[in-house]
């Protein structure tokens, strides 16, 4: 069985799907592992510029099967790390390329964990999305007690943690944490996105612009602008650069090298 679907857009954009249909997506070792080894072969694919994350059918991950919860069967030992981009999900960010979550429908638990571990989040208005875990006696998982509050405030964090109420796709643009788009041709218009950057942007640059987001969580001021001034002189005389000016002078599609 194939736990994940690969689609090749236009324009180098490549869309991951979950794939349980029996199980509405839901959660298991087979999906996580295939969906690592999508990721990480998609990230090292120089014909590959941007990636959308979905879930095939209807959901996008309702998280684990109850009953593999109760059996224990969900738990997986990890190798502890102090790492913070090498944790079970955290590696996500540390992918060179954009990775968009396209929230299709249900998302809950580990599923909804795995959206904030995205670079961008897009949700259809009739979708769901709740936390879960303090419904099921669990705690908050996977790093989520401390991604949610730099996503959307404490206030917000603490309300969809504590409560585990469920969010529509409205409430959650409202809050920040996805851009909501019509449920009729959702992914169409979320891939449109996607292309657009593949299409647009010198893959280069989103690539370090994705360092700097997020070595920002952990530096003063000073520090990331020092970062900025070096990447700065660094991409003065590039290819990228030099594509970057032309094309928007000779008004033409933009022909920018890939990641190697």
């Known amino acids: 069985m194939e736990y994940v679907l690969l689609q090749r857009l236009q324009h180098a954009v490549l869309t991951i799907s979950f794939n349980r249909p029996e199980a509405r997506n839901a959660w298991n070792h087979a ?11 998609a990230d090292a694919n120089p014909d590959v510029r941007v990636i959308v994350l979905t879930g095939a ?30 944790q079970r999900y955290s590696y996500m960010l540390a992918l060179r390329k954009p990775l968009i979550a396209a929230i299709n429908g249900a998302a809950a638990g580990v599923g909804f964990c795995l959206t904030l571990y ?11 999305i709740t936390t879960a875990f303090s419904r099921r006696g ?23 943690l504590l409560s585990g109420r469920v969010l529509s796709g409205r409430e959650a643009e409202t809050m920040g944490l996805a851009r909501c788009l019509a449920g009729e041709d959702f ?3 979320v891939e449109a996105y996607a292309c657009s950057l593949a299409q647009h942007c010198s893959p280069r640059s989103m690539m370090t612009i994705k360092r700097q987001l997020r070595d920002a969580w952990s530096q003063s001021l000073a520090q990331a602008t020092a970062l900025s001034t070096s990447e700065t002189a660094r991409c003065i005389g590039s290819e990228d650069v030099a594509e ?4 928007f002078l000779e008004k033409r599609p933009a022909r920018f090298p890939p990641l190697s």
Not at 244 to 247: D, K, N, P, T, V
Request: charged residues 25%; hydrophobic residues 45%.
């Open 31 to 41: 999906l996580e592992d295939a969906l690592r080894e999508a990721l990480q072969a």
């Open 138 to 160: 669990l705690v908050a998982e996977h790093g989520s007690a401390w991604m949610l509050p730099r996503l959307v405030g404490w206030m917000n964090a603490a309300d969809l």
């Open 57 to 86: 059918g209807k959901t996008f991950c309702p998280g684990p099967d109850p009953r593999a919860i109760s059996s224990g069967q969900s738990h997986r030992e990890v190798e502890p790390s102090t790492d913070d981009f090498a």
């Open 187 to 189: 992914l169409a218009g």
């Open 244 to 247: 970057g000016i032309a094309h």
């Open 118 to 128: 995205c670079d961008l989040r897009f949700i259809a208005e009739n979708a769901k």
